[in-house]
């Protein structure tokens, strides 16, 4: 970390990028860092993502870069590989800093914490070896990030390391409660999906194994916003006894797939049949193809039984 202490602190102009489909780790790690530079005198602010939203907009917004501005330095924060990188965005990456142990390769420095729960551990611990101080605005950031990509602290990441970092932020003066709030509250659209989610779920290996799966036809007819799908692998990862929980989310021409697993299981391993990767509890993958719910589920299936035969029945 000492490296990317020494580059941020002698370079200046920066900008920010974030993921796509971005989620409260990616845009609260990208805006605390954004607001820690500006208080050291920095130029900086964020890329304006085409895929936010509103859900963290009002966090965010203060922080988008205007336009004309001439940026010297890019960052990409919570993105692990180019392909990740924000929609429509096509420009070089000067560092990379993350907490996927992907080995990315598209930034001229990296840096990834593969044992942090969320990006935004690895900015607070950068942030204070900056000596930037933790005011209440920027710890409002950095707990949206480490919140949403724990799943407010019920995630097996959350670590002694993590409560560690969420009381700092605490006694720095957010109103976590008002955060969850704002950040978890669920719509009735969303409440709408998770019923037909939940309605088709498939069970294998003894409940071990939970397959879910969201249509274009379903996500149209509940009428659902973008912010309602985010975490939505989490709904059968809930579920008693379900070690492997697959999510598959039809899009315009291919499936998106996410895994959350528990010991002994590794989603990254099972993604990775599929090209795609993560964590080891948490991972995704894409078949680029339009194919029924039912080839879709019977893919992803065959990726996992190839990982671990014990699971098919």
């Known amino acids: 970390m000492n490296n990317i202490v020494r580059f941020l602190q002698q370079n200046n102009h920066f900008l920010l990028l974030t993921h796509r489909r971005p989620d409260g780790d990616t845009l609260g790690s990208a ?10 005198g920095k130029a900086a602010y964020l890329w304006r993502n085409p895929e936010i939203t509103g859900r963290y907009l009002p966090f965010t917004e203060p922080y988008f870069a205007p336009e004309g501005y001439e940026h010297s330095t890019t960052i990409a924060v919570d993105t692990a590989s180019a392909s990740l990188l924000g929609k429509d965005w096509d420009g070089p990456v000067h560092l990379r800093i993350d907490h996927h142990p ?8 990296e840096y990834s914490d593969p044992s942090a729960a969320a990006c935004g551990e690895v900015i607070q611990e950068l942030l204070e070896r900056l000596g930037v101080t933790l005011t209440k605005e920027i710890a409002e950031l950095l707990y949206i990030a480490i919140s949403t990509d724990t799943g407010c602290f019920r995630y097996s990441n959350t670590t002694a390391r993590t409560h560690r970092h969420a009381a700092a932020l605490i006694d720095a003066g957010i109103d976590a409660q008002m955060l969850n709030v704002k950040v978890f509250a669920k719509s009735r659209e969303r ?4 019923s037909a989610i939940a309605a088709n779920i498939a069970y294998s290996a003894g409940g071990r194994v939970a397959a879910a799966s969201l249509t274009l036809e379903e996500k149209t007819a509940v009428a659902v916003a973008e912010d309602d799908l985010e975490n939505i692998a989490g709904i059968a990862q809930g579920i008693e006894g379900v070690q492997v929980a697959l999510m598959l989310r039809e899009e315009a021409d291919s499936w ?3 895994c959350r697993t ?6 990254n391993a099972i993604c990775g049949v599929l ?3 993560g964590h080891s509890r ?6 680029k193809r339009r194919i029924t719910p039912e080839a879709a589920r019977a893919q992803v299936l065959a990726a996992l ?5 014990e699971l098919r029945d």
């Open 31 to 40: 805006a605390a860092l954004c607001a820690g530079l500006r208080s050291l």
């Open 102 to 109: 992907a080995t990315a390769g598209f930034a001229d420095m």
């Open 191 to 194: 409440l709408a999906m998770e």
């Open 256 to 258: 998106r797939v996410s």
């Open 262 to 267: 528990s010991e002994p299981y590794a989603a």
């Open 275 to 277: 090209g795609g990767g």
């Open 282 to 287: 948490a991972a995704g993958a894409e078949i």
């Open 305 to 309: 039984w190839e990982m671990y035969p």
